[in-house]
């Protein structure tokens, strides 16, 4: 009775010792086998479009096109996020949120809703919840001031997934989904296989997605796609970043660039990230990226390209400016956009 009293006095005190600095990303030991572990970083950002596509806080691969062209300011703080850990021996659990759940008003008080980016449980080789799919190699994504930079080239989608790993070989069952065609008969899974190549010289993946996608008039189409995705170090802490993604790829690449589905076709896209981050000094860097999708059914295309400059203050504060432009190519319509960030890593 007395261990029993004396743990929950100790998790008690360890969870008022953290929540008078938990912005400092505390670790806590709970037991020998227990420990929860808080983190994120807040992040502000200033943000000026003007164009013929309208303003948004984020570029993803669409956008809305306008008749004339428009300019706006705004300053904001929703991609701020936080997670905590559970470590209990062998298994961890982690939940990551932020704040893109929508609401705000600009009027009064900008309040903004929480959304769940990650929930999943890992054990030993099994992962299963939501979290970024199997399909996507999250080391070659840039460093940019706009929340995830160049989607136009990415793949990027988090989804739920249960996921298993040997060794350099990791194969998943994720959520299905037939954008644009018939959802209610999506029963099932996307199969996912990805192996990876790691040493002193970076990284590569390669992967491949084979799913069944339902049209609207009740036909079954089977889509089958393929990715490469590199981070390489080049000279100094330099690096380049790739993706070259080819296939029925769909709602996994360009965030909303283009469906899976048009009609009763499957959407067949082409899409490559290049990017190269070089560092002046130990704290000052820079990257120049430039992404781009097309579809072959839709005819939708889709460029971005951006540059930016960040510099390290402290070790956990850093400051940032990007310029750049995302483009609708098929309307011929464009947006310039300009980005100040301040961002403090808890």
Same mark, same amino acid.
Not at 294 to 308: A, F, K, M, P, Y
Not at 339 to 345: K, L, V
């Given at each position: 009775?007395?261990n029993? !009293?004396?743990?929950k006095?100790?998790?008690?005190s360890?969870?008022l010792?953290?929540s008078?600095?938990?912005?400092?990303g505390y670790e806590?030991?709970i037991t020998?086998?227990?420990?929860l572990t808080f983190?994120g970083?807040?992040k502000?950002d200033?943000r000026?479009v003007?164009g013929?596509?309208?303003y948004?806080?984020?570029?993803?691969?669409d956008?809305?096109a306008l008749e004339?062209?428009?300019? !706006?300011?705004?300053?904001f703080?929703?991609?701020t996020?936080?997670?905590?850990?559970?470590?209990?021996g062998e298994?961890t659990?982690?939940?990551?949120m932020?704040?893109w759940g929508?609401g705000?008003n600009?009027?009064?008080s900008?309040?903004a809703?929480p959304?769940i980016?990650?929930?999943?449980?890992?054990?030993k080789?099994?992962?299963?919840? !939501?979290t970024?799919?199997?399909?996507?190699?999250?080391?070659a994504?840039p460093?940019?001031?706009d929340f995830a930079?160049a989607?136009?080239?990415?793949?990027f989608?988090? !989804?739920?997934?249960?996921?298993?790993?040997?060794?350099n070989?990791?194969?998943s069952?994720?959520?299905?989904?037939?954008w644009g065609g018939?959802?209610a008969n999506?029963?099932?899974?996307?199969?996912?296989?990805r192996?990876n190549?790691?040493g002193?010289?970076?990284?590569?993946?390669i992967?491949?997605l084979?799913?069944?996608?339902?049209?609207?008039?009740g036909?079954?189409?089977s889509?089958?796609?393929?990715?490469?995705?590199?981070?390489i170090?080049?000279?100094?802490?330099?690096?380049?970043r790739?993706?070259i993604?080819?296939g029925?790829?769909g709602?996994?690449v360009?965030?909303a660039?283009?469906?899976d589905?048009?009609?009763?076709?499957?959407?067949d896209?082409t899409?490559?990230?290049?990017?190269?981050?070089?560092?002046w000094n130990?704290s000052?860097?820079?990257?120049?990226?430039?992404g781009?999708?097309d579809g072959?059914?839709?005819?939708?295309?889709r460029?971005?390209?951006?540059i930016?400059l960040f510099?390290?203050?402290t070790?956990e504060l850093?400051v940032?400016?990007?310029?750049?432009n995302?483009?609708?190519d098929?309307?011929d319509?464009?947006?310039n956009y300009?980005?100040a960030t301040?961002?403090y890593i808890?």
């Amino acid at each position: 009775m007395f261990n029993t !009293q004396y743990k929950k006095l100790l998790l008690t005190s360890a969870f008022l010792t953290a929540s008078t600095s938990a912005l400092a990303g505390y670790e806590i030991n709970i037991t020998e086998n227990d420990k929860l572990t808080f983190g994120g970083y807040i992040k502000i950002d200033a943000r000026y479009v003007d164009g013929d596509i309208a303003y948004r806080d984020y570029w993803i691969g669409d956008g809305i096109a306008l008749e004339e062209d428009a300019s !706006q300011f705004r300053i904001f703080a929703n991609e701020t996020r936080f997670n905590t850990k559970y470590q209990h021996g062998e298994i961890t659990g982690f939940i990551e949120m932020d704040f893109w759940g929508g609401g705000g008003n600009e009027i009064v008080s900008n309040s903004a809703n929480p959304r769940i980016r990650h929930a999943f449980i890992n054990y030993k080789d099994l992962t299963v919840g !939501q979290t970024w799919s199997t399909f996507m190699n999250t080391s070659a994504i840039p460093e940019t001031a706009d929340f995830a930079g160049a989607t136009t080239g990415l793949v990027f989608i988090r !989804q739920g997934q249960v996921r298993y790993n040997m060794g350099n070989f990791q194969v998943s069952i994720e959520n299905p989904e037939s954008w644009g065609g018939d959802t209610a008969n999506d029963n099932i899974p996307d199969l996912i296989a990805r192996y990876n190549i790691k040493g002193d010289w970076g990284n590569v993946s390669i992967s491949g997605l084979a799913r069944q996608l339902h049209t609207l008039s009740g036909n079954t189409e089977s889509a089958f796609g393929a990715s490469v995705a590199a981070r390489i170090k080049t000279t100094g802490k330099d690096d380049l970043r790739l993706q070259i993604h080819k296939g029925d790829l769909g709602r996994y690449v360009g965030a909303a660039a283009v469906k899976d589905l048009y009609g009763e076709e499957v959407e067949d896209i082409t899409s490559v990230l290049v990017a190269y981050r070089h560092f002046w000094n130990d704290s000052l860097r820079s990257s120049v990226l430039y992404g781009k999708v097309d579809g072959d059914v839709s005819n939708r295309e889709r460029t971005q390209w951006g540059i930016n400059l960040f510099q390290n203050l402290t070790k956990e504060l850093e400051v940032g400016i990007e310029v750049g432009n995302f483009s609708i190519d098929e309307l011929d319509k464009d947006s310039n956009y300009l980005q100040a960030t301040m961002r403090y890593i808890l």
